[in-house]
């Protein structure tokens, strides 16, 4: 069974029961699957057909989940983009992707346009009936409004079922890339799937379950949130983007919504305990498992969470090209340790492995590089070659006594703030391409909820580039967690003796004046 | 409450607090804020800790979203509203 069929699925089961909701509105089965048949005649009307990318942008919405179904039935490739993206970003992942449509909502249908070098309409941006007569240009990219889904109350649509191979693409994630374009993982039904059905047994997962989505639809973790919930025929229940900046109004949503399973970044969770007060009132009776996942969650809020809790904590690890590849479950013993709990053994029917320097395979006690082969191993990069079905993740671990791992740090100058992954190198391309930019380093001072984006920056001869234009300069280009905290300008970079760029250096004379200062 | 008292206050703090290691600390009252990653949850955190201290104003998790904290104009705008609410 491919990734769409989960929601076909529920709805004949449990058509009345709730699927999905956010901003207000709920949807059941049935109505998910009437609309996301609609959608899908929407989106065939403007040309896309098995295997075509169609981007979606737009604030986290049932609309957006209508949306991704739609896509998935008629056998094309969703690529979900953060409401909060700039145009000139969604534009640059809709030519890599070589996108046949982009859905948007609201002024984000005319701030598109420009970005994509389309004409302006003549007549409206996407026309009422759903056809899109002005912008179908062959090779144009198509806008259309993630709005025109219909209620879901048509009961005279007829199915949308495309049939897919399982090693065909669901959709792709775009993520930070080194080389200062961001990559497309390129996700198959199978990988989805995969995961998906090793979570929910993990689970035990029932239709009266209610998952909170707390991360932004461009992360993989919200895969859990949306398909476990729709292969159990249970509610997923959408946490506004906006609620990340209200803690309090994040732990009143837990409660309000009746959560059984909550899945985030140890930082949202950090979050709530300190400015949130979640641990100041009882945990809902409800609450079955909480699982974390992104980064190393520090073992003292583990303890308090435990405390707090009986639901099963679960340290979930996997970066978006194998999804979640290893899992631990947190147990007594977990809490006495003096480092975050380790990351486990392999999850979702892979095989992982630690790579030492010299390629063999790291025992009990020794350090490797984390290795995933298996069916959640990413197909690809979009635009790449194939996958080699094996994925070294950059990640050090060290092999524990019971064969399990423990994770160490990063490689290469992938970092993690606050739950997301950058590659430093993205930034500095970004402000290399500032008119007033010789050259710029970028790079984490701090530590986990501390840790901060510094960025050093050579102007051009003569110039004097603001700090401000510069935040700006990179608010149009990237999203918002990449946009630095701090810029200093230098007349030159510090170098190693082999000429590489003393990071290191770099961050001691960041803390050094953020000390003098206070 | 001047609410333009209260704006170049908040736009001291936001200079002296996050933009420390700016040259320049050119924001006015109407700069994007969040969309200029000039402040994020943490910082928010720290600003209520500010308004708090300086006005006794406790801003209430409600009231904190994208649009209140949009820019310093905004902020204090938030302020005096609370503020009033009080005496009231």
């Not at chain 1, 199978?190 to 689970?203: I, K, P, Q």
């Not at chain 1, 140890?266 to 498992?289: H, N, T």
């Not at chain 1, 073992?299 to 970066?319: E, F, S």
């Not at chain 2, 708090?52 to 649009?67: F, Y």
Request: hydrophobic share 45%; glycine share 8%; with cysteine.
């Amino acid at each position: 069974m491919n990734l769409h069929e989960l929601v076909i699925r529920s709805a004949r089961r449990y058509p009345l029961r709730p699927a999905v909701a956010g901003e207000g509105r709920e949807l059941t089965y049935r109505a998910l699957d009437r609309a996301a048949d609609a959608y899908a005649r929407l989106l065939a009307r403007a040309g896309v057909g098995r295997g075509d990318r169609v981007v979606l942008w737009g604030d986290k919405s049932p609309e957006v989940v209508v949306a991704m179904q739609a896509v998935l039935r008629l056998g094309a490739v969703y690529v979900p983009q953060d409401g909060t993206a700039p145009a000139g970003r969604v534009a640059t992942v809709a030519r890599d992707c070589a996108a046949r449509v982009v859905c948007a909502t609201g002024t984000r249908l005319t701030r598109i346009r420009p970005a994509l070098d389309l004409p302006v309409p003549l007549d409206g941006t996407a026309q009422p009936d759903g056809t899109t007569r002005p912008d179908a240009v062959p090779g144009l990219v198509t806008v259309l409004d993630l709005a025109a889904a219909p209620p879901g109350d048509d009961e005279a649509v007829p199915p949308v079922d495309t049939e897919v191979k399982p090693d065909d693409p669901a959709f792709i994630l775009y993520t930070s890339g080194s080389t200062g374009t961001p990559k497309g993982v390129s996700i198959s039904h199978r990988n989805a799937r995969a995961f998906v059905d090793w979570a929910v047994e993990l689970l035990g997962a029932g239709p009266g379950d209610r998952f909170a989505n707390h991360a932004p639809l461009v992360f993989d973790l919200s895969v859990l949130d949306l398909y476990a919930a729709f292969a159990a025929g249970a509610s997923v229940r959408l946490v506004p983007a906006t609620l990340a900046y209200a803690p309090g109004e994040l732990v009143e949503f837990l409660h309000r919504e009746r959560i059984t399973v909550w899945y985030s970044v140890p930082s949202a969770l950090i979050l709530m305990i300190r400015g949130g007060g979640l641990l100041d009132r009882p945990a809902p009776a409800g609450l079955r498992a909480v699982l974390f996942a992104g980064e190393p969650f520090p073992i003292a809020h583990v303890r308090r969470l435990a405390a707090w809790t009986k639901a099963r904590l679960l340290n979930l690890y996997g970066p978006t090209e194998t999804n979640v590849c290893t899992w631990h479950e947190v147990v007594p013993a977990d809490l006495e340790r003096d480092r975050p709990v380790p990351i486990g053994r392999a999850a979702s029917g892979d095989e992982v492995w630690a790579r030492t320097d010299a390629g063999a395979v790291a025992g009990p006690g020794e350090q490797g590089e984390l290795v995933v082969t298996g069916p959640t191993v990413m197909l690809g990069y979009w635009g790449g070659p194939p996958g080699s079905g094996e994925y070294a993740t950059g990640d050090i671990v060290t092999v524990l006594p019971d064969g399990s791992f423990d994770y160490v740090g990063r490689r290469d100058h992938a970092v993690k703030v606050r739950g997301h992954r950058i590659e430093l190198g993205e930034i500095e391309t970004t402000c290399d391409a500032h008119d007033e930019v010789e050259t710029a380093a970028v790079v984490v001072a701090g530590e986990g909820m501390d840790a901060r984006l510094v960025a050093f920056v050579v102007p051009v001869p003569g110039a004097r580039p603001g700090a401000l234009a510069l935040r700006r300069h990179l608010a149009e280009r990237l999203p918002s967690y990449m946009i630095t905290d701090h810029v200093h300008l230098l007349d030159d970079l510090p170098r190693t003796r082999n000429g590489k760029i003393d990071r290191p250096a770099l961050v001691r004379r960041h803390l050094t004046l953020s000390k003098g200062r206070s | 409450m001047n609410t333009e008292a209260v704006t170049a206050r908040v736009l001291d703090f936001i200079r002296t607090e996050f933009l420390w290691s700016d040259e320049d600390r050119a924001i006015d009252a109407a700069t994007p804020l969040l969309e200029w990653g000039i402040i994020d949850s943490l910082r928010i955190a720290l600003l209520q800790a500010f308004i708090l201290n300086e006005w006794d104003v406790s801003v209430p998790t409600a009231r904190i979203d994208a649009r209140n904290f949009k820019n310093a104009a905004s902020i204090a705008a938030m302020i005096c509203e609370l503020e009033q609410e009080t005496v009231r």
